[in-house]
């Protein structure tokens, strides 16, 4: 079974900062990786996936992350944040094959200030 | 993009009532639709994953008799909850998978579910 780990639940920073929001995943397989953010209320908006080939992935928004194979890690960046940013943001993994349910990470909530 | 469309975003409805909850695919056609559920300030739970023109399967722990699922059409999948309680009151996401390939799952918006 694959378990995602998101270390940090909360991260607060200041409006054009740059933040990174920590994911590691355990899995005995190979999985497909995504982040999602979720804002008050509402369903969850796709960032970013990372399915194969280069393990740096550009999303929407400005964000990016990287797959790191050795560490199990997928790690969310974004070099300046916006207060429109503040959100709560979901790292999740599924199999590449099957149905591919998700298995989602606790959350971080994202605290931009001005 | 791929939109997901759910119905109602809210409900409050009295205790022993049933609440059906509509996930539709506007634009594009899911064999497979996921049902989770997601306490305040946590993480999404799978509940279910739909199957268009099949059973539901279940997560270990989630009542199939409580949570009733019809995934009647490649567009359209519901979920009921049966004699609706107090406990049952959450917020409720479905999502959708296109069919094609490797695509990811696209979301609907929630339905905040409360019971009295």
């Known amino acids: 079974a694959q378990s995602v780990t998101q270390l940090d639940s909360q991260v607060p920073v200041f409006e054009e900062a740059p933040v990174e929001l920590r994911c590691n995943y355990s899995?005995?397989?190979?999985?497909?990786l995504f982040w999602y953010v979720q804002y008050p209320n509402q369903g969850l908006q796709l960032l970013l996936k990372?399915?194969?080939?280069?393990?740096l992935v550009k999303g929407i928004n400005g964000f990016e992350a990287e797959f790191n194979k050795s560490q199990t890690s997928f790690h969310l960046r974004k070099p300046s944040v916006h207060i429109s940013d503040t959100a709560e943001y979901f790292c999740?993994?599924?199999?590449?094959?099957?149905?591919?349910?998700?298995?989602f990470g606790s959350g971080t909530r994202l605290q931009v200030q001005p | 993009g791929a939109v997901v469309s759910q119905h109602p975003s809210w409900v409050i409805c009295k205790s022993g009532t049933s609440v059906k909850i509509e996930c539709r695919s506007l634009d594009f056609q899911a064999t497979t639709m996921f049902w989770y559920r997601q306490f305040p300030k946590q993480s999404l739970m799978l509940m279910a994953t739909s199957n268009e023109g099949s059973k539901a399967t279940y997560e270990q722990g989630v009542e199939k008799d409580k949570f009733l699922i019809n995934h009647a059409s490649l567009t359209l999948s519901t979920l009921t909850v049966t004699s609706a309680h107090p406990e049952d009151s959450s917020f409720y996401i479905c999502?959708?998978?296109?069919?094609?390939?490797?695509?990811?799952?696209?979301f609907g918006d929630g339905t905040r579910l409360s019971i009295l």
């Open positions: 899995s005995s397989v190979s999985v497909y």
């Open positions: 999740a993994v599924s199999l590449n094959t099957g149905r591919r349910a998700l298995t």
């Open positions: 990372y399915l194969s080939g280069s393990t």
């Open positions: 999502s959708a998978r296109d069919m094609g390939g490797n695509q990811p799952q696209h």
